[in-house]
């Protein structure tokens, strides 16, 4: 490791997080939730100290802290619905990501008028208005959420009971409609998502050490006859995936390759290009990924890069051009981009 990529993870190390290590308070999100649902549905654990991995164009530089450690990713796991839903496109399953939700997955919160017209492209974006209640949880506890990714602000007090508009005329990172999506891939591949995600993603990406993937207690589901948990996009109110900050980074390059790796084509090219598209009503978002292309996002990163990003903070910083990916485990989210500029800079000496 060279002198300035040492200093480089020494500062990355110094930017831990507040969050306790045993999920004593401070710990989560879910405790800013309004009365009832400012608590834990699903199982938590422990995190480990801050822990990362550096890959540039396919080696590895640097491993720090615990990378072997199955640890929670919180909104990572939207990424991976997003790879899920790939899969799915790839296989047929899902041939149109502006077919209406309910042509496919009936019976399950997208009927009436304006709920019916909701599209995967709707959900994949985080702009589908959707309305109603999932996993025991209603929408409206995440309306008017404003995350620190964002530009702007909030124009609202989170869960008051924002009017909602028309699918696709207003992007809200709202954590029910993400298990909303959740539930409808469940749906239409009618098999647990772990399964396929392990199947599909991490076996042939070469992922060795343990994963879970955990719903909330009133997870359970009738799917085509079968008992079956709906997992949570995340960990919010607990439950969501478990990944070691190596297996992750292989994931990273299997998408840093525009879906392939190690000769397998685990992903299309042409799902990983619908991954990267901006919103066009939030341009630095793409299907349940950050996009930089403007700099909003991270203003030392490339404009050619993108994350997935979880609270805690989780970061997986992927760039195409650069043929870089740089897992961030439990560092303190607003020196994100500071650590983002000591990596830039190591590369650069």
Known sequence: ????????????????TPWSRDTSAPWGIHDVDPAP??????PVHGRGPVSGIIYHKHQLLAAWGEPRKSDLTFSVAKTYLALL??????????SDVHEPVIAKCPGIGFEGERLSRITWHHLLQQTSEWEGTCLGIPEQVDRYRWVSYQPGQ????????????????RFEYNDVRINQLSLALLHLFKRPLPEVFEESILQPVGCQDPFQWQGYEQGWTQV????????????HWGGGVSISAMDQAKIGLMLMGNGQLNGKQVLSHQWLEMMQQACDIAPYYGYLIWLNQYG??????PRTSWFAI???????????????????RWIDA????????????????
Do not use: H
């Not at 909003?296 to 990163?301: G, I, N, S, Y």
């Not at 607003?334 to 000496?349: F, H, Y």
């Open 154 to 169: 909030a124009d609202g007090k989170k869960g008051d009971a924002r009017p909602l508009g028309q699918p696709g005329s």
């Open 37 to 42: 649902y400012n608590r834990l549905y699903g």
């Open 224 to 235: 085509a006859g079968q008992r079956m948990m709906s997992v949570p996009g995340g960990s």
């Open 85 to 94: 839903a790939g899969v799915a496109f790839d296989r047929g399953l899902l």
């Open 296 to 301: 909003q996002l991270f203003k030392d990163a």
């Open 334 to 349: 607003p020196k994100t981009n500071d650590c983002i500029a000591k990596v830039m800079q190591s590369l650069s000496m």
């Open 1 to 16: 490791m060279t002198p300035s990529l040492q200093s480089a993870v020494e500062f990355i190390q110094s930017c831990e």
């Open 310 to 328: 979880g609270a805690g903070s989780s970061v997986t910083w992927v760039d195409p051009q650069l043929e870089l990916v740089c897992v961030m």
